[in-house]
């Protein structure tokens, strides 16, 4: 597997004679309810970068298992970064690269839409700053068009499409016998799932006493976990790998 902290600085040398992409698997620690890991996010961006690699030979950068929590700070394990102290760190991690040679990226975001603000303002000084190429590949957004035909339930946390997900790719690490099911605390004109036509307020994380309301009932999980299934999430899976492989072609200029 061409992890790029596996190598020895000659064979990176020698990767760079010819390529300048690598992929840059970032997640998050924190809760996913009573039946899933707290790296949950990390372990689903890591293996998308790890199967794209199989199939297209580009490097894998070193994973980032630390991620923007606030609101998950509710029930332990959980570790919250400051959003502006991960921007610079994930912009200094490309300027290095970028010196090296590595002059196209494409970062794997495995913690939905709470990652990405912070990576979004990254990316965009990274590309200002270093005359880089950059994609931005986020699973929740990548997969809205099978999702429907899969028969996944509202976009929530450790809900059915996330652990399907985990069902697939390490269900040596989930619990489904501990999963609960719970609303998605559904508020007017607020609807954060990437499908949604509806009008809605912007994302902000939930306050720490609505998590704790959660917490209380479900653990830490909304939506419905109870009906992941692994066939679900390996069909979910290979259709992220086929999709962050065509973006891994477009930044080489293939496609």
């Known amino acids: 597997m061409p992890w790029l902290h596996h190598m020895r600085w000659p064979e990176v040398e020698k990767y760079l004679q010819s390529r300048q992409l690598i992929l840059i698997p970032v997640g998050s620690t924190e809760q996913h309810g009573r039946h899933a890991p707290l790296g949950t996010d990390s372990f689903i961006a890591i293996r998308l970068a790890e199967d794209a690699s199989r199939e297209t030979g580009a490097l894998v950068a070193p994973p980032l298992f630390l991620g923007w929590s606030p609101h998950h700070m509710v029930l332990p394990g959980t570790i919250s970064i400051d959003a502006e102290v991960l921007s610079n760190l994930v912009f200094l991690e490309i300027e290095s690269l970028a010196h090296h040679g590595f002059a196209r990226c494409a970062i794997v975001n495995g913690h939905r839409i709470t990652n990405l603000s912070w990576l979004q303002i990254a990316a965009q000084r990274a590309q200002s700053e270093l005359d880089v190429e950059l994609a931005l590949f986020d699973p929740a957004y990548m997969s809205r068009e099978i999702v429907a035909e899969l028969g996944f339930g509202p976009f929530g946390h450790a809900e059915e499409i996330e652990t399907s997900h985990m069902l697939h790719i390490h269900p040596e690490l989930v619990n489904l016998e501990e999963a609960v099911d719970g609303s ?5 004109l607020y609807d954060i799932d990437p499908r949604s036509t509806k009008d809605t307020l912007a994302y902000l994380p939930s306050r720490l006493s609505e998590m704790q309301v959660l917490a209380s009932k479900t653990g830490g999980s909304s939506g419905h976990p109870t009906r992941a299934r692994a066939d679900l ?10 999709r962050l492989i065509q973006v891994t072609r477009q930044l080489e200029g293939l496609e």
């Open 233 to 242: 999430g390996r069909q979910l899976h290979e259709h992220l790998v086929r």
């Open 184 to 188: 998605y605390g559904d508020r007017p």
